[in-house]
């Protein structure tokens, strides 16, 4: 069965850093012309917003709230997509979320997915990051 399974997330002190992984089972990724694989979050009362996403050509894209603080990576043999988190932030609390976009032709347009986290195919079950100010 396919899946999306993210890691535990955990809590830290504004400053500290956590590292997230997201096991991806189920899908055989280079069978598809192109992939977005990325992190999404979601603050209390906010909507979800995309955070990071590494293209199948190992492009990287990041939301302005995260540059120069989150890089996100991908372990393709073991199928896992990771994202650390560096100087964390109280307004980095929230429930990241793993998720999947494939593509049976054509290029995945990273700008286009982390605006518009609709065009996500499958998501992850999310995990709790806390940053304690």
């Known amino acids: 069965e396919a899946a999306l399974v993210e890691s535990v997330g955990g809590s830290v002190q504004a400053g500290g850093a956590l590292r997230l992984s997201c096991v991806i089972s189920g899908y055989f990724l280079h069978g598809y012309s192109s992939y977005c694989l990325g992190w999404v979050r979601q603050a209390p009362g906010s909507e979800r917003e995309g955070v990071a996403l590494?293209?199948?050509?190992?492009?990287?894209t990041y939301a302005n709230a995260v540059k120069g603080r989150f890089s996100i990576s991908q372990d393709s043999a073991l199928n896992t997509l990771y994202l650390q988190m560096s100087n964390l932030k109280p307004e980095d609390n929230g429930t990241y979320y793993c998720?999947?976009?494939?593509?049976?032709?054509?290029?995945?347009?990273?700008?286009?997915?982390?605006?518009?986290?609709?065009?996500?195919?499958?998501w992850g079950q999310g995990t709790q990051v806390t940053v304690a100010s």
């Open positions: 998720a999947a976009r494939f593509m049976e032709e054509g290029p995945c347009d990273s700008d286009d997915v982390l605006e518009n986290i609709a065009l996500f195919h499958a």
């Open positions: 590494f293209a199948h050509d190992d492009t990287t």
